[in-house]
């Protein structure tokens, strides 16, 4: 329940930052209004005794949030992608937060997999190792398929979990309602759609067959984009709480030294990631919303590969659209673009001016190309972004939140493994072949395809209606004595054109 008595718990969290020296930090990183440290304060300093000690050789927030347990780690790292939230500053620390939680011991891991794959562990695997990697929610084990013989990671979800995260959830709901109280002006952030995206995340990271079926459909997605490579699950190895799929063997992506050293193009590799990430955002709306260091590797082949799918980002083909007009419009500097883009998305209100709009737009973008390969950032024209849109009344856009964050996070990515690499440059011939095939005239013919596929899948029902539309016209007063479930009122020329587009289109596709 949703109620007082998380303030118990809040006081404890308030109590842990005060005592490591994480409250003054986070409050000057998101510049928070007065009232807001005022409560903050209150809620932790007379009670910092009950605060967790953490790790002492730890920075201030890392050690707070570590000390906290598993579902404020996760917390922490999907606000270090919420620049918007949290501030640029603030969130190029969260993101260099770490899993810190210990392994859990084998003999539960193994008794978690004969449980809910109904056979003991020596059964199934010939070969099942120690934990080789340990996060906030599951750990792996490197194993091999006895009947296969094939190499594969095991993915295990830690014991009582669950109910961990729902207990700490249900004080971040409170927690958000508190701040929108004392702070209004938070609001426009949606501290609450925040709390409700985490809720939504974790809980869905909690059942590992969703994640097996996220990696089947992103490898289908992906299966013609050379160098790129997904692990496929073992369907008949998984279920709710246990994910088999083949082992990933390559370098880690963060170890640009030992990229080096294997010979490995680290220019090319970044502005594959870059270019991959775009391809899979814009072409099919299916992406990997969580592609950090962690969860990429380079094969000896040089193929990029990609695990951990728990956080899939998806939008739909307008916003994809969308999306690809502003950063077009932004590689392309023109501002007036991007200004009409959002004015027609409705992401700024009407009664603002469009004009001033492009120029506020203007001077985001200017200083950035204006600079060299180095410092021109996603990262700092999204934060730029954000506060000219804070500006002109823009509330946060929740369906481009998770391809806005994930976009920083592959930047930096790639710009850990090439310093050099110029993200415009490398994102530019992405987006233009989007825009040359999904925006123009045969995008709209492609349109125009699909509305009359869509009448002709209806076509079956349209002679009822025209029937039932024409006998209301001919006998009105019997019609208003019927008593009838309430439908849409179609005029008839409209019902005509229904009923003359579906006979073409079935015409055509019996042609």
Known sequence: MRGPHNILRLIRTGATFERTGAMAAVLDAVDAPIRLRMA???????????????????????????????????????????????????????????????????????????????????????????????????????????????????????????????????????GARMIELVSPGTRRLRPRDVVRHFEQTVMGEQDLRLEAAAASEFSENTAGDPGFQVPMPHFALSSRRVLTADWAEGLPMGDRDALIAAGHDTTDLARRVIQLFLSHALRDGFFHADMHHGNLKVAANGNIIAYDFGIMGEIDEYTRRVYAQILYGFIQRDYRLVARVHFEAGYVPRDRDEAAFARALRAVGEPIFGADATRISMANLLSYLFEVTERFGMPTRTELILLQRTMVVVEGVARSIDPQLNIWNAAKPVVSDYIKTEIGPKAAVRDLTEVVKTIGRYGPLLPRIVEQVLWERAHPEEARLLVVQPRPALPLWLVTALSLAAGLSIGLALA
């Open 40 to 174: 903050a304060r209150v809620m932790g300093w007379p009670f910092r005794w009950l605060g967790y000690k953490g790790d002492p050789t730890l920075p201030p927030i890392t050690r707070a949030i570590t000390a906290l347990g598993p579902a404020y780690i996760k917390f922490g790292q999907i606000l270090s992608t919420r620049a918007d939230v949290v501030g640029p500053e603030l969130a190029g620390q969260l993101r260099m937060l770490q899993d810190r939680l210990p392994p859990f011991p084998t003999t539960i891991a193994k008794q978690a997999i004969a449980e809910e794959l109904r056979a003991p562990v020596d059964q199934l695997f010939s070969e099942f190792s120690e934990p080789v990697a340990a996060a906030s929610i599951a750990q792996v084990h490197r194993a091999r398929v006895r009947e296969t013989g094939r190499e594969v990671a095991v993915k295990v979800v830690r014991p009582g979990i669950g109910a961990a995260f729902r207990r700490d959830i249900d004080a971040f709901h409170f």
